[in-house]
């Protein structure tokens, strides 16, 4: 007999087909092994999601906050209050000879302040551009617009 091999991807395509002809295209569905896992696996996974989703995030009493009570003074740019004191223009100034660095008034607590400056290019301009940029961080305690102490996190940008 001269029979011509089968190379092994097309037997492989051959049962693959035939499966999913059994499969998806049959009268009687039949159910293997792997089936029954993936959907035994499915059920598990989808009970243990929705019984976490019940659950509170945490417990205890709720949390009150109050907004902050701004610093007196600050900018005003295109007509909006902006509540800031920036970073002295020269950078070798004294940190003793810089006022309160914090955004909101009664803070204590971590602030952390920079000012990013530099140059940079434009569409449709040829020189160089010079930018800068304030930005800041705060955590700690403060006392809110309702007079109660409140612990909370800020950022300035």
């Known amino acids: ?28 569905p039949t159910f293997t092994r792997r089936g029954f896992l993936s959907t035994a696996v499915g059920a ?7 019984q976490l989703s019940l659950t509170p995030y945490a417990v ?7 907004e902050p009570k ?10 909006i209050v902006v509540h800031h004191n920036p970073l002295p223009a020269v950078p070798t100034t ?7 660095p914090s955004e909101i008034g ?4 971590l602030i ?7 140059g940079g290019t434009g569409t449709g301009v040829a020189g160089t551009l010079a930018y800068r940029a304030d930005m800041g961080a705060m955590q700690g305690e403060y006392i809110g ?13």
């Open 1 to 28: 007999m001269n029979r011509a091999p089968v190379p092994p991807w097309k037997r492989l395509l051959e049962r693959k087909s035939a499966e999913h002809y059994r499969r998806f295209h049959s009268e009687t």
């Open 44 to 50: 598990a996974g989808f009970a243990a999601v929705s």
């Open 60 to 66: 205890g009493d709720k949390i009150q906050t109050a």
């Open 70 to 79: 701004p610093i007196p003074g600050g900018a005003v740019p295109f007509g």
């Open 94 to 100: 004294p940190l003793a000879s810089i006022s309160d």
């Open 106 to 109: 009664d803070f204590n607590g």
């Open 112 to 118: 952390a302040d920079t000012m990013i400056r530099g």
């Open 145 to 157: 617009e309702d007079g109660n102490h409140h612990h909370g996190s800020f950022v300035f940008i």
